[in-house]
């Protein structure tokens, strides 16, 4: 069954002008009335009026006088970043992290905290729910909150709010943790896919920011999943779950995933591969360092200091990381791919081999023309991306703001 998107208003017009300038604020210092409405081909009277309610909330400065063509002069306007701030919260299998950010994605406090996501959502949230007040209470004076982001690991119903496989969240298929967190608090709260957060965040702040183009993210940790911008918004299908590449095939005689699917891409490509597969082989690698530790990183170390079987399990690893890579760059036609996760602590030689396994299964055309590489990004990306998710909606929904602040 198809639904209408509802008609656009008079109203929706006045947002979509705001945000259509917030957009602009964000992505360059100082801008000048003339010089906004140039570039968004606004009438120069609602520029004047949509930045004149801006000075009123306190989003925009006036800063100094700028000369522009024929040395005319003009008021030169800038976004007041750090008058907000918005809270970006990751939940993961064994730990949440919680950061406080300004609007530029500044970012004030930053914290980790341990979780067991086996023992059920109960405990878990209720932390989450304790670490989120006590910051909203730490600043309520100021108001100066004015959204929550949180990011979900996948496979993530996100119109519902779910987790789907349960093998990792035992019990937490079971709740809406978009309706659990929703409810505790008086600030909007937004949720996204934890790799969408960290694409989002690549697409800002990452090397290769841009403006316009297809950026494909693949984070890998405990599974992989993967991000999908396309000219800066975030690509998500039907029910969300868009950019779920784990859970496509790689093996097509692989073992059977809780999915339903066989030989899913995460089986053979995450950190908990990554150790099954050296725990397995160590019987016939009597002489390899990983004998005494195999965590994620000693296989990284040993990787990277020739040992044979982290030599062997990674190269493994890389050849279907390679096949998934290969397939989502021929569906979408990305110009960026860029690996994140735990998974880029092995740096620059796996890297190499992984671009050697792509290059070798993708027209030289398209080779040529895909960058892949490493995150750039040296803080949390995931939880800086939760962040970002909160600050566009709360932007692009002025009226929030408006309620927010009472005004
Ligand atoms: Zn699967």
Known sequence: MYTRKKGTNLLDVQEMNR??????LRSNNVWTRAGLAKATGLKRATISNIINDFLDWGLVNEIGILYGEKNRRSIGISLRSD???????????NFFSIGLFDLAGVEYSYKVEKI????GPDIALKKIKKEITNLVEKNRQQKKIIGIGIAIPGPYFRNEGRIVLMTEFPGWDKISIKNELKKAFDIPVYFEHDANAAAIAEWWYGTHSRESGTLIFIFITEG?????????????????????IGHTTVKADGPKCECGNNGCLEHYCSTIALVREVKNGLINYPQSILNKDYS????????????KLADKVIKEFLKFL???IVNVVNSFNPDLVIIGG???QAGPKLLEILKSSVKEHLLPEIYNNTILEFSSLKSDEVVLGASLIAINKV?????????HLNI
Do not use: C, P, W
């Not at 945000?19 to 602009?24: A, E, G, N, P, R």
């Not at 991000?227 to 950019?243: Q, T």
């Not at 002025?398 to 309620?403: A, D, G, I």
């Open 19 to 24: 945000s259509l300038l917030i957009k602009l």
């Open 83 to 93: 008058k907000y701030r918005v809270i970006g919260v990751r939940l993961s299998r």
């Open 116 to 119: 067991d996501a086996l023992a």
């Open 224 to 244: 992989v999943g993967s991000g999908i911008v396309i000219d800066g918004n975030l690509y998500r299908g039907n029910l969300g779950i868009a950019g779920e």
């Open 296 to 307: 994620v990183n000693s296989i990284f170390s040993a990787f990277n200091s020739e040992d």
């Open 322 to 324: 390679g096949y998934g």
């Open 342 to 344: 735990e998974i880029i």
């Open 395 to 403: 932007l692009q929904n002025l009226s929030l703001l408006k309620e």
